[in-house]
Structures are given as C-alpha cells and as structure tokens.
C-alpha cells in the first residue's frame, strides 16, 4: 500500500493508493469514524459498480448507511439541485457526529465535499474517488465547488476530507473517454513539476500500456499536489500552478454547457491554447508548446477548439475564479517540470 499524509493548518488526513482496497472499506472507515450513520453520495454510473458494494459491507460492519444517488454528469453539480441533498440529509436526522463518503469522480467529490462543508457549518466526509481524474486531483487538497450559470465552480469552500480512499482497481472499468479525462490532469503535473513523471508518461501510448504502473503515476500526482496544498492551502500563490490550462479549459466546459467536452478534453485544449500563445508572444518556447501538443495528442486528447477565441469564450475567461481586479494570473511552463505565474489582462486571450 502507498500512503501520504497531508497536514496544513486546519487539517491531517491520509491518503491511501493500494488495488483492491475498498475490499477492506469497514476496517478503513473505522479508523477514523466511531459513529453510527453514514451519508454516502455517488451517482447513477457508480450506484452498482461499486457503490451498493461498499454500502453493503459498512452495513455488515454495523453502520447505518443511507444513500443519494446523483444523475451522472457536471448538470449535477449545478447549485439549484443542492437543496435537494440538504432535504435527504435532513429527513435522515444526519448530524454533526455522522459521517458523509463521497463515491464517484470530480463531480461527486465537489457535490459530498461541498454539501459537508456547509450542511450544519461542517460534517466529516471522506473521499472515495472512482475515476482517474479524480483519484490524481479533485480528490485531494480540499477545495469544493459547484457551478452556476455564470461560470464552473464559481461557489465553493475549502473543507479537507477525513480520509482518501484510491482503489486503482476501479479504473478498470472506466469507458476509453473517461480514462483519457484523466490524463489530462497526469500530463498537467507531469509539465508543471515532475520530469520523472513526463518520461514516464513518454514510455507508453495508451490505457493498456500504462495501467501495471497507475499505482506509481496516481502517488507522483498526489505527492505534488500535497507538497503544493501544505505550502498554499487556500490557493493564494504557488498553489495556482496546479490550474495551468484551466483558465481556458473552464470557459469551454460554460461556454458548451457542459456538454460537448469532458473536463481533462477541455483542460487539454486549454493547456495548448495557453502554451500557444505564450509561444507567440515570445514567453516560452515553441519547443515546450510542441512537447505539450505531442504528448496530449499521444493520449487521444483534443488540442484545439473553433471558438477558441470568440468574445462569448472571453467574457467566461474574464469571470474566472483566478482573476485579481482587471487581471488574471496565468500559469505558464517554461520547461518541463518548471511552471510559473504571470498577471496578465484579458489582453492576452485576444491574438491568436
């Protein structure tokens, strides 16, 4: 088993990465949960892949486990359907002293994570991510969120779980897409720190070849981000790196409603447009552009989008969560594994 543990000021958790482990998901949860009730949220591709399994084994092991069932998909995490959670919460009498565990991908953690964060100003949670991009990212550091009309993740809080549970085995029921999605955000960490995991990354070209050492790539991407968060836990300096390509890659999710790209595909055209045109404004290098090209084409992710520079897209850039005032900090890799960031006005979207 790998295991990290993530300490900042207001918290302490572990994070555990071993195949098979939500086979032993009582002995887990008990280590930091003496309680009886236990909220599970997941969502309508999890629900029986692995969600009744695990409710299944806490209620042999004597909690009492209820469950809401999200629609799969980022429409869940808009801010009008929360109040329905609070409701099933409050119907089940959860309390402060209860627990709630977050099964699925991002958009379930943001939706458990959030609805914790502020149901009765605070109830423990833990984390258990079923997807790739879940396991290497969304999962760790925090930060919670859901979506609104005017833009993703717009409405949100910082609330660590209690405990990560990352099962690789899950994966292996991922559809060819979903487990592209989260190569987006391994090729981000593998560019903006870790050369190591960029020549990992270069050895393989697809699902096949690079699952016998997910293990290994999940524990680089949450080492990082751990060593990020402890050191910026509420995302005011350094931690900002960890958004290279998210800027632009948030405006395409609003801009298409969510619907024609995934979050890592539009992570992916974000991080290219970025390098693209920091490489033509003599910032970078075009040799780093054409690196980050090659290696998200390698694993089957989009690269480029027709609207990327409409006014309706720079109006979504414009609101984005990063900006200070009229500026907006712009993460940039100059070399691999060697990030950095600028303050730039939306000026610098304009010019293709």
Same mark, same amino acid.
């Given at each position: 088993m790998l295991k990290l543990n993530l300490k900042t000021n207001t918290s302490d958790y572990k994070i555990y990465i071993e195949k098979g482990l939500i086979e032993r998901i009582d002995v887990k949860i008990k280590e930091i949960f003496s309680g009886e009730k236990i909220f599970v949220i997941t969502d309508t591709n999890v629900e029986h892949l692995y969600a009744d399994k695990i409710i299944n084994k806490l209620n042999e092991s004597g909690f009492k486990v209820y469950k809401k069932v999200l629609e799969a998909g980022e429409n869940s995490k808009k801010i009008d359907n929360i109040i329905e %959670?609070?409701?099933?919460?409050?119907?089940?009498? &959860?309390?402060r002293s209860d627990l709630i565990i977050g099964i699925g991908g991002g958009v379930v953690g943001d939706v458990s994570g959030f609805i914790a964060s502020t149901y009765l100003r605070g109830v423990s949670f833990v984390q258990i991510p079923t997807t790739l991009l879940a396991q290497v990212d969304s999962s760790v550091g925090g930060k919670t969120a859901v979506d609104t009309d005017f833009g993703k993740n717009m409405v949100g809080s910082f609330y660590h779980p209690k405990m990560v549970i990352i099962d690789p085995k899950v994966l292996l029921t991922l559809s060819e897409r979903v487990f592209r999605d989260g190569m987006a955000e391994v090729i981000k960490y593998a560019f903006i720190r870790s050369e190591k995991l960029y020549e990992?990354?270069?050895?393989?070209?697809?699902?096949?070849?690079?699952?016998?050492? &997910?293990?290994?790539?999940?524990?680089? @991407? @949450?080492?990082?981000?751990?060593?990020?968060v402890q050191r910026d836990e509420f995302d005011n300096g350094e931690r900002m790196i960890l958004n290279f390509g998210h800027t632009i890659g948030h405006?395409?999710?609003?801009f298409y409603s969510y619907e024609k790209y995934t979050h890592g595909e539009a992570v992916s055209i974000g991080m290219n447009r970025i390098a693209s045109?920091?490489?033509?404004?003599? %910032?970078?290098?075009?040799k780093i552009k054409e690196q980050i090209e090659e290696l998200t084409t390698q694993y089957g992710l989009p690269v480029d989008d027709e609207n990327i520079v409409s006014k309706e897209l720079l109006k979504y850039i414009k609101n984005d969560k990063k900006a200070r005032g009229s500026e907006i900090n712009i993460v940039l890799v100059d070399k691999i594994g060697s990030s950095k960031i600028l303050k730039e006005d939306i000026s610098f979207f304009k010019n293709k």
């Open positions: %959670i609070y409701s099933s919460l409050s119907d089940k009498s &959860i309390t990992l990354l270069n050895k393989f070209k697809n699902r096949e070849e690079i699952y016998p050492h &997910i293990e290994d790539v999940i524990y680089e @991407c @949450c080492s990082i981000k751990k060593e990020i405006a395409i999710e609003t045109l920091a490489a033509g404004k003599k %910032i970078i290098s075009n």
